[in-house]
Structures are given as C-alpha cells and as structure tokens.
C-alpha cells in the first residue's frame, strides 16, 4: 500500500456517505484546495460497498419506524461506524491513497423537521469517535446537528456545496440529485447579487417507490435500466392527483425521509393502482413518471428563474427510462449528468460531504439559512481524533 502525499494547501479528505436507499456506503478521496476564493475538487478514488445484508435489514427496520430499544440503537450505531469505518480502510488499502482526514455523513435513520414549537430533530448513526477508531484517521462526522441547532431543517446541506462548486455567472442553474428522495439547488446566474440566492430542497420521492415497487412486485433490488418502466403505460391522471398531495404543494424549505415516501405511502399508491387495473409494469412506470412530475413541477411552482440547465447526480442517473422522462419533462432546460463537469454522478454527495468537511477544519460555515431555514450560518461537523494505541 503507497502513499502519496496531497499537494501543498491542500486538504485530501475521504468523504462517506449513504442516503435513504441504503444502498450502500459511497466512499470518494478528494484533494480539496482553493485559490482566489475559488474551492476546487479532484476526486482521486471513488467507489461504493455494499451494506452486509443483515445490517441493512436492522437499518431499514429502524428507518421505517418499527420500536427499538435504546440498547439496539447504540449497537446499531457502532455497527455502522465500523462498516464506514472498514469502508473507509478498503478504499484506502485499493486506492493505495491515504486520506488526512474522513469526513462522513453517517445513516439517517430518522428525520423531523423543525415546527412552530420546536427544533428539528435528525439522526444519523455511525458515530465520529468508533469511525476514527476504526479507520485510524482524524474525522468530521455529524454535519446535521449545527444547522438542527440553530433552527434549521439540518437538510438539505449539500447546496451549498453545489453553489461553491457549479455557480455560473451565464446561467441559472439546478443540480438535481435522485437518490432515495430526490433533493436540487437552485443556483441563480448571480448568487452574489441582490435578489439572487441559493435555494435548496426536497422534490419528493427518488427511486424510493421505483426500488419499493420493483421489489414487491418483481422481486428485484431496482429498476436496472428503467427496464421494467419502458414496459409499462403511465397513468397520468393518477399523477395529477398525486401531484395534490401536501407535501408536493407546500413551500420549501422542506425535507423527506422514508417516514414520507417509504413503505406506508408507497402501499397507498398501489393500492389505488390496482384499483384502476394497472398492470405491474405500469405500476413501475407510473411511479417513475411521478417521480419525474415532482421534480418538474417543484421547478414551476418554487424557483424564481426556470433553470437553462440542470445538472443531475445520484443513482437515478443510471435510469434512462427515468432521466428520457426528465429531458422531456425539464424542457427547454438544458438536462445533463454532473459527469460534464468531472464529477462522477453517484458520488457527488460523498463528495460534498468532503469539501463540508474542509469548509470545517478551516472554521467557516456550512450551511446556507435560505436553503434550510436556519436562523444564521453555522459550524457544521464534530471532530474525533483517533486514540493512540496504548
Ligand atoms: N443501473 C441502474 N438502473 C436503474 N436504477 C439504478 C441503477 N443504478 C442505481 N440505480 C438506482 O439508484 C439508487 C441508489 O441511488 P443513490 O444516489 O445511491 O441513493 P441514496 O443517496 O438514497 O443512497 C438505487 O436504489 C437504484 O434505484
Ligand atoms: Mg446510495
């Protein structure tokens, strides 16, 4: 195992991260340095582990709200330290490039947004201290309690990242990350300016109800290549429904977790599916287009510029029944992968978590109050050095 060393003024951070569809822990090495205010990210080494399938099914569980002891919660915790942690270790040991710091987003497993009465409440597991231990390297870990603490939805945070990294003085311009739930910023042509402020915030549902689907009527993980979706015929009045519900019409900043778009709400929809007679496939390709129509009319009804162009991340990105819909449906935008821009898609997030770490080991805020409500900017991450061996 080699070790090359970062170039000077340069931070090379391991960010980790997994979203809703635990899916798996994403794992990115970047060297993150800045000139001229200007931050720059070159991603060294990238990949994605799978969750062992047993934690995943403990983790899901959790997610979706079933009662746990606050015992299994703390094991639960540690557990997913150590598989970041060990994640962490593979992608050091395969890339042969060793980190300064990691920087982790750890597992949401519950999420409540802030109300009139109190402040939001977030939880992510696998906590900073086991992960350093584990990996050996000095992490920043729990991003979401700074904004949480000052009022914040303690989400979306990436935005501001997307900002630092995408802002174009030509264009209006929208990353669209599809996850489990799908989440964009808006970043108008000159967020500088008056008037012009960054915006950030949760469409609705990702491929959450796509995966939910195929694996209850098909008995596969996803929808790999949007296949299953091709086939089938999209019921769109049903969509225009759906499109009534709360949480597509009420006006951001708001956040979804699986507690909105998991299981409950995706036995709702297919319940009122079956009743139309829609076949399993259309099933499939009926949620897909919903999926595409919260985004496109979350543009319509919330952003004061319709982008030129989107950028989109995430794994939706690997879904060409998915992304056909969005050109269609994004039109005249410009609709393209962050891959133009040298970010593989599936690990922008991991990503930003990287360059949110760097933004706190140099003290500087990472929130933006106009993307999650927050009463100010905040420090965002705990640091944890790991112990020395006795
Ligand atoms: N080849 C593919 N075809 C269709 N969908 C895919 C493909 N690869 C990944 N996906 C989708 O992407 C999801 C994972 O996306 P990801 O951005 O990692 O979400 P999260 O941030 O919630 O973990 C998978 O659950 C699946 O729905
Ligand atoms: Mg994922």
């Given at each position: 195992m080699g070790r090359s060393l970062s170039p000077v003024g340069s931070i090379r951070i391991l960010g980790l991260m997994s979203g809703t569809s635990?899916?798996?822990?994403d794992g990115a090495i970047a060297d993150i340095e800045e000139s001229a205010g200007q931050i720059a990210v070159h991603c060294l080494a990238a990949k994605t582990y799978g969750y062992e399938p047993n934690l995943r099914r403990r983790l899901l569980a959790l997610a979706e709200g079933m009662p746990h002891?606050?015992?299994?919660?703390?094991?639960?915790?540690?557990a997913v330290a150590i598989a970041f942690g060990r994640v962490a270790r593979q992608l050091i040991e395969e890339s042969g490039i060793q980190p300064d710091w990691l920087a982790s987003h750890g597992q949401t497993v519950y999420h409540r947004p802030p109300d009139q009465q109190s402040f939001g409440y977030s939880v992510q597991l696998g906590r900073g201290v086991v992960l350093a231990q584990v990996a050996q390297v000095p992490t920043v870990s729990n991003f979401r309690r700074g904004d949480l603490e000052v009022g914040g939805q303690g989400a979306p945070l990436v935005p501001s990242v997307d900002a630092l990294l995408f802002a174009e003085?030509?264009?209006?311009?929208?990353?669209?990350?599809?996850?489990?739930?799908?989440?964009?910023?808006?970043?108008?042509?000159?967020?500088r300016r008056e008037g012009g402020y960054v915006l950030g915030f949760d469409n609705g549902p990702g491929n959450m109800l796509i995966d939910l689907a195929v694996q209850h009527l098909f008995q596969q993980p996803f929808d790999r290549d949007g296949a299953i979706a091709r086939l089938g015929t999209v019921d769109r009045e049903l969509i225009q429904q759906w499109l009534q519900q709360p949480f597509f019409i009420q006006a951001p900043p708001k956040s979804a977790g699986r507690e909105t778009f998991g299981k409950g709400y995706f036995f709702d929809r297919l319940r009122e599916c079956q009743q139309r007679g829609l076949t399993p496939a259309d099933v499939v390709a009926t949620l897909t287009e919903l999926t595409v129509w919260a985004i496109a009319d979350s543009y319509k009804q919330f952003l004061p510029n319709y982008p030129d162009r989107v950028l989109v991340s995430g794994g939706g990105c690997h879904n060409p029944t998915l992304m056909a819909a969005l050109s269609v449906a994004l039109s005249p935008a410009r609709v393209d992968s962050t891959t133009i821009f040298g970010v593989a898609p599936q690990f922008k997030e991991a990503i930003a978590f990287a360059v949110l770490g760097y933004l706190r080991l140099h003290q500087r805020c990472g929130n933006l109050p106009s993307v999650t409500g927050a009463r100010r900017a905040a420090l965002l991450g705990e640091i944890h050095h790991p112990l020395l061996p006795v």
């Open positions: 635990l899916d798996g822990i002891s606050m015992a299994e919660i703390a094991e639960l915790d540690d003085p030509t264009e209006h311009r929208v990353c669209q990350n599809i996850g489990g739930i799908s989440n964009l910023t808006y970043i108008p042509n000159s967020p």
